[in-house]
């Protein structure tokens, strides 16, 4: 169509450039100068398009840069999120924890602890985080290097988050076994339980600071990801831009080409508008050649006008896409200062952190101490437990106790169920007995008015009493004093006793020696006597006359009877130094063998003896037949002068003794020498009227009393005596 | 009399004791055979021929001893204790009269292997009845050892 059009044209062209001849030179020169200005603008182009080149290649390289950096950033973004998703899950596990440990805060002791180490661990963490947040201020200069140590620490918080999932396994487990020993803990529960209150609240505020800080993780996300779409968008915007400074580029070097063609082309044609000059006659075929040339160059000139228009557009183009990237430059500065904003929300959200973290660090310190004191609780809680383990057995066994005790005690109300019966059929006698007991009462409140009068007549006689008892007091002072004299006297007593008890035996035993002095030496000089006036009688009698002779035999008679009465003596001596051998005596036979050893004298009547049953009695058998030989033979010799001689032996008993006696119907005697009869060589009688040493009747008193007995007389004189002894009774 | 004919030896310190005995002696017939020696000492050297019997022969021994108990130098318990031990002369009999009726004596006496206890009596009749009936029963009524 332009080809038809342009002959058309040409057709007029030609008819025009036959007119314009002058104003093609004009032209031409004109078109010289606009290609002179054409070239100069080209060359400005040509720096211009190579300044645009390196600013390209400037402007590439920071794409890249950019690009590297967004993708730096993206990862980092996307480990940020991924980090930002594994808080986020974190915190709700801390939370879902957290109201576990709400719910488990009974067994708080151990977990406590491991809250502590946990919380520790976070406020490590979050001063890791502090420090990140430092870092990331620094990251955001240099975030290549950061994303690196954030991928480290993305790993290390992988590592704490399992060690984390594993600790609050463990404390599931633990939470098991501590939901069993809090059954067992359940009294401590209350205490706990407002412990568990306050760290609800606790964990409410922690909770509520990890929902805040997943707000603002949500929120860096999205302002991550805004930042990642803006780097896609500044990506593909530098991609495209690349592209369009490639075809710029290339464009610009086709334009370089096709300026230097044109200028080589503008040469030509201005060497051939001289040459046309020269040869304007022979442009007639020229101008053939010349319309055809000119249809070219028309056809070129409209090339050339499309392709400046092109240019131009292009230059356009440039211009818009060097406004659109100076507008794109200024929304890179724009974000660059919005990402310095951002960098400065997130140092102050950073030291925000911080300072919630330092808080948090204060809390865990003081959950540290709380747990301690929970712990030390605890510790005491087990003390107080096994107590109330021991205390619970000894309950056990008191309660055991106690069961046998309330069946006794059972029992016993049985008992006394029935006793209470009793007790109250008891209680209706009692009240009648009270009755009377009320009536006594009164009674006795007369007596007791009686008695008070009385008792203050007593107290006026204790009073009298308590002076006489200090009077006694005194006197029993004196009584002692006096005691202790008599002590004194009674020791000295004593002494003397002893002292006149060695005495007698002394005495005794010079009483001994005297009477074998006596047994010995006056019998032998008195034998002597005896003997030899015997022999002056059988062999000298009838030298001597009837004097004499009497006198021979006075002497014979009297040494005689001083040789008995030295036997009697020495006899009576020995009794009391004889020991008493006591035994049952039969006395009858012992009377029988007594009066059958008694020799008579022709002198002496046949005696009529008068013998009754007699007693036993305890006895010395030797002494006691002593006894009856001198009573018997005395009853005999002072019966001499009767005509008839008769002896009564009897006895009878009296207060375990028995009493014997010896009568006779003789001589008699005196009563009122009644205390001599029983004296040693005491005689009542002559010795003509009846012969004797007066040893006898001695000699049976001394064997009676040693027999504890006694011995005693009654007579009338010359009717006969009757004599008696005592003897104990074989029964006694 | 030449020792070997003594048949009785009588110990006694006093004259008159010894006068008495030695005639009731005489009066029953057993005197002749008799020798008298004052005391003790007397009649051990008598005995085991010592002093003023050393002439006597140890082997021809009187058949009765009468020993009297008080007696000066050695008593009659004395003699009697050393004869009673000594196996020559412990079977020849021995008869102790004495003045003493105290019990000791006389159990002592028998202890020490006395044959007869005698008390003296006083009265000179019963004195010389006792002294009778000793000769007679202990020469005559009893049959002595060789």
Redesign the interface.
């Known amino acids: 169509m332009a080809k038809k059009n342009s002959s058309d044209d040409l057709i007029i062209a030609n008819r025009e450039l036959a007119f314009q001849k002058d104003e093609k030179g004009k032209r031409a020169d004109e078109l010289i100068i606009a290609n002179e200005e054409l070239a100069f603008q080209t060359k400005e182009k040509g720096k211009r398009a190579d300044e645009l080149i390196i600013a390209n290649k400037e402007l590439a390289f920071q794409t890249k840069e950019k690009g590297k950096r967004a993708e730096e950033l993206i990862i980092a973004n996307k480990e940020l999120a991924f980090q930002n998703k594994e808080k986020g899950k974190r915190a709700e596990e801390l939370i879902i924890a957290n109201i576990e440990l709400a719910f488990q805060n009974e067994e708080k002791e151990k977990r406590a602890d491991e809250l502590i180490i946990a919380d520790k661990e976070l406020a490590f963490q979050n001063k890791e985080k502090g420090k990140r947040a430092d870092e990331l201020i620094i990251a955001d200069k240099e975030l290549a290097f950061q994303t690196k140590e954030k991928g480290k620490r993305a790993d290390e918080l992988i590592i704490a988050n399992k060690e984390l999932a594993f600790q609050n396994k463990e404390k599931g487990k633990r939470a098991d076994e501590l939901i069993i020993a809090d059954k067992e803990l359940a009294f401590q529960n209350k205490e706990k339980e407002k412990r568990a209150d306050e760290l609800i609240i606790a964990n409410k505020e922690l909770a509520f600071q990890n929902k805040e800080k997943e707000k603002r993780a949500k929120a860096l996300i999205i302002a991550n990801k805004e930042l990642a779409f803006q780097n896609k968008e500044k990506g593909k915007r530098a991609d495209e831009l690349i592209i369009a400074n490639k075809e710029l580029a290339f464009q610009n070097k086709e334009k370089e080409k096709r300026a230097n063609e044109l200028i080589i082309a503008n040469k030509e044609l201005a060497f051939q508008n001289r040459e046309k000059g020269k040869r304007a006659d022979e442009l007639i075929v020229a101008n053939k050649e010349l319309a055809f040339q000119n249809k070219e160059k028309e056809k070129r000139a409209d090339e050339l006008a499309i392709a400046n228009q092109e240019l131009a557009f292009q230059n356009h183009e440039k211009e818009k896409r060097a406004d659109e990237l100076a507008i794109a430059n200024q929304e890179l500065a724009f974000q660059n200062h919005e990402k310095e904003k951002r960098a400065d929300e997130l140092i102050i959200a950073n030291k925000e952190l911080a300072f919630q973290n330092h808080e948090k660090e204060k809390r865990a310190d003081e959950l540290a101490i709380a747990n301690q004191e929970l712990a030390f609780q605890n510790h005491e809680k087990e003390k107080r437990a096994d107590e109330l383990h021991v205390a619970n057995k000894e309950l056990a066994f008191q309660n055991e106790e106690k069961g046998k005790r309330a069946e006794e005690l059972s029992i016993a109300n049985n008992e006394l169920a029935f006793q209470n019966e009793e007790k109250g059929k008891r209680a209706e006698e009692l009240i009648i007995a009270n009755k009377e007991l009320a009536f006594q009462n009164e009674e006795k409140g007369k007596r007791a008015d009686e008695l008070i009068i009385a008792n203050k007549e007593l107290a006026f006689q204790n009073d009298e009493k308590g002076k006489r008892a200090e009077e006694l007091v005194i006197a029993n002072l004196e009584l002692k004093k006096a005691e202790a004299e008599i002590r004194k006297f009674n020791e000295e007593l004593e002494q003397k006793v002893i002292e006149r008890t060695v005495q007698l035996e002394s005495a005794n035993k010079e009483l001994g020696s005297f009477?074998?002095s006596v047994?010995?030496?006056l019998?032998?000089?008195?034998?002597?006597i005896?003997?030899?006036?015997?022999?002056l009688e059988e062999d000298y009698a009838e030298k001597l006359d009837l004097d004499g002779k009497q006198a021979l035999s006075s002497i014979?008679r009297n040494?005689?009877k001083?040789?008995?009465l030295?036997?009697d003596l020495?006899s009576f001596s020995k009794l009391g130094r004889k020991e008493v051998t006591v035994t049952d005596i039969n006395m009858n036979a012992l009377v029988k063998s007594v009066i059958e050893d008694l020799l008579f004298d022709s002198s002496e009547n046949k005696v009529e003896f008068n013998i009754k049953t007699l007693l036993p009695a305890k006895g010395d058998q030797s002494l006691i037949k002593q006894v009856w030989i001198n009573l018997v033979s005395n009853a005999i010799k002072y019966s001499r002068h009767k005509p008839k001689t008769n002896v009564e032996i009897a006895c009878y008993s009296k207060d375990n003794q028995v009493v014997y006696y010896v009568k006779d119907n003789g001589a008699g005697f005196d009563m009122q020498y009644y205390d001599k009869l029983f004296g040693v060589f005491q005689r009542l009688h002559s010795q003509e009227e009846f012969e004797g040493t007066g040893i006898g009747l001695a000699i049976v008193q001394r064997i009676v009393n040693r027999h504890k007995g006694t011995v005693w007389a009654e007579s009338t004189l010359n009717e006969g005596a009757s004599f008696f002894f005592s003897l104990p009774d074989i029964n006694s | 009399m030449p020792y070997s004919e003594v048949e009785i030896l009588f110990a006694e310190d006093?004259p008159?004791?010894a006068?008495?005995t030695i005639?009731a002696l005489k009066k029953s017939g057993f005197a002749n055979k008799l020798h008298h020696v004052k005391d003790g000492a007397e009649a051990l050297d008598f005995l085991y021929c010592r002093g003023i019997y050393t002439s006597r022969n140890i082997k021809e021994n009187p058949k009765l001893i009468l020993l009297d108990l008080?007696m000066p130098k050695v008593s009659g318990m004395e003699v009697l204790e050393k004869l009673k031990s000594d196996p020559i002369f412990r079977s020849i009999p021995i008869v102790i009269l004495?003045?003493?009726?105290?019990d000791p004596d006389i159990q002592k006496c028998y202890n020490l292997g006395a044959n007869t206890y005698i008390t003296?009596?006083?009265?000179?009749?019963n004195?010389?009845i006792v002294i009778k009936e000793i000769g007679l029963y202990w020469m005559i009524l009893s049959q002595l050892p060789a």
């Open positions: 009477s074998y047994s010995h030496d019998r032998a000089p008195i034998r002597a005896n003997g030899y006036s015997k022999i014979i040494s005689k001083m040789g008995q030295i036997d020495l | 006093s008159e004791d006068m008495l005639r008080k004495t003045s003493s009726k105290e003296k009596p006083v009265d000179s009749d004195f010389f």
